[in-house]
């Protein structure tokens, strides 16, 4: 994992909301924009009600540009499927908590493959139960909104349990990255901001504005 710290602000826009009919040249346009990072949602149609994209996306986007690839795995067993996820070229792989899997072998695996380990909880999940694995990490991914489609309202309600990961993290001497996913714009990103998250992931207010640049910075600087 590159030297980001848990300090740094990272903007991950979500290819969800790109042009599919481009997909490496809009990958290229949020680089030129100032992405640090590329995220990119994977959805199977059984852990979450819809159906993205597979590895050979990821490995699309892997060979075409340089840039940081923020994998997001909604995916019922991805224990199952991560070896093909590794091989495709990510290099942050996050799992859900909710998924049907061994939780810390999956976050061991990750990590022996030389990426970067990420937890995902949905709003409904309490922190509580990812507390045993903050030590297991590098990311931990709290949705704001419930997985499965874009486009959906900032959960304001998940705040608290970003501030609660946040003080624990300090308190324990950890280091891993707060990231938010779900209605994350201008006025959200600074909400998510206060409450200690530092990496944003922000669909159709970076891919769908009219300067990506601009709602980039602006997002960055909320």
């Avoid at 149609?45 to 597979?54: A, E």
Wanted: with cysteine; aromatic share 6%.
């Amino acid at each position: 994992m590159k030297n980001w710290k848990c300090t740094d602000t990272i903007i991950a826009p979500s290819l969800l909301a790109a042009d599919w009919g481009k997909v490496t040249q809009e990958v290229s346009r949020s680089i030129q924009a100032g992405a640090e990072w590329i995220h990119l949602d994977v959805m199977d149609g059984n852990f979450v009600d819809n159906i993205s994209f597979g590895p050979d996306m990821i490995a699309a986007v892997s060979e075409s540009n340089d840039t940081y690839l923020d994998v997001h795995l909604m995916i019922a067993r991805p224990d199952h499927f991560l070896d093909r996820f590794i091989k495709a070229g990510s290099d942050m792989i996050t799992v859900h908590l909710e998924a049907d899997h061994d939780i810390s072998e999956t976050l061991k695996r990750i990590r022996d493959a030389g990426c970067g380990a990420g937890l995902a909880i949905n709003p409904a999940t309490p922190l509580e139960n990812a507390l045993p694995y903050l030590e297991e990490i590098d990311l931990l991914l709290c949705m704001t909104v419930v997985p499965g489609f874009g486009g959906q309202s900032f959960m304001t309600e998940v705040m608290p349990k970003i501030e609660q990961a946040s003080t624990l993290r300090d308190l324990r001497g950890l280091d891993f990255h707060i990231e938010v996913d779900g209605g994350v714009d201008i006025k959200t990103a600074a909400i998510a901001k206060k409450a200690g998250a530092n990496i944003l992931v922000a669909g159709s207010s970076t891919f769908k504005a009219e300067d990506m640049k601009l709602a980039v910075e602006a997002i960055r600087n909320a």
